[in-house]
């Protein structure tokens, strides 16, 4: 499956159900350590579940974790969209329902 990316952004700005993968962490050995004990780490990919006031909750594999707002404020990920998934949809609509070789 081929993922387009684009730039970091706030993980609180995503809508509920996008996919991100975490690339900076703005905090100290403590968040670091806090938030690897809680299975997330640079490169982790996460899906944003819900909102939850200033924080919200993402899953990440099997696990869900909530996160505070001032967790939420220091971690940037890159949305990913799903390349695969738009041409599948298109291959849907296709007439005949073959793809062209």
Avoid at 13 to 20: E, K, S
């Amino acid at each position: 499956m081929q993922q387009s990316v684009m730039k970091p952004v706030p993980l609180s700005v995503l809508p509920v159900g996008a996919r991100a993968r975490i690339v900076q962490i703005h905090g100290g050995r403590g968040l670091v350590r806090k938030l690897l004990a809680l299975g997330l780490r640079i490169g982790s990919e996460v899906r944003l579940e819900h909102h939850r006031g200033r924080g919200l909750v993402v899953s990440s594999g099997a696990a869900r974790v909530a996160l505070g707002g001032g967790i939420v404020e220091k971690l940037f990920v890159q949305p990913l969209v799903d390349v695969d998934a738009d041409v599948g949809d298109s291959l849907q609509h296709h007439p005949t329902g073959d793809r062209d070789t």
